[in-house]
């Protein structure tokens, strides 16, 4: 069955910088789409950048622009999110997920992935 174990969340200051992983087991990575979201309390989870089935092809939210990066090994099932520059803000849980079909990668709608995965956490303080 399809999988998506999201890891390397944690507490960070301000400024710094850290990298998630997603692990997916149950279907290949290099045939699916893939997107980070993330979900702060008390808002709508929002898509943060997401990472076409043709690398390097990516797209990334406003709000993380030039400061996060989204990668994966196809050879290892695994998706990456680095984020550098880290900024105080609300906590918040980064879910990663797959996409249906890769054509709308650009959008960072969850109505357009279909399997998600637990999230893993990431505060940014001092």
């Known amino acids: 069955q399809v999988q998506l174990v999201e890891s390397g969340g944690g507490l960070v200051q301000p400024g710094g910088s850290l990298t998630l992983s997603c692990g997916a087991s149950?279907?290949?990575?290099?045939?699916?789409?893939m997107c980070w979201f993330r979900q702060a309390p008390g808002k709508e989870r929002e898509g943060v950048s997401s990472?076409?089935?043709?690398?390097?092809?990516?797209y990334y939210a406003n709000a993380v622009k030039g400061r996060f990066t989204v990668s994966r090994d196809n050879a290892k099932n695994t998706l990456y999110l680095h984020m550098n520059n880290l900024k105080p803000e609300y906590p918040a849980v980064y879910y990663c997920?797959?996409?249906?079909?890769?054509?709308?990668?650009?959008?960072?709608?969850?109505?357009?992935?279909?399997?998600w995965g637990q999230g893993t956490k990431v505060t940014v303080s001092s």
């Open positions: 990472s076409s089935r043709y690398e390097p092809d990516a």
């Open positions: 149950g279907f290949m990575l290099q045939d699916y789409g």
């Open positions: 997920a797959r996409l249906r079909d890769n054509r709308w990668y650009k959008y960072l709608n969850k109505r357009y992935y279909d399997f």
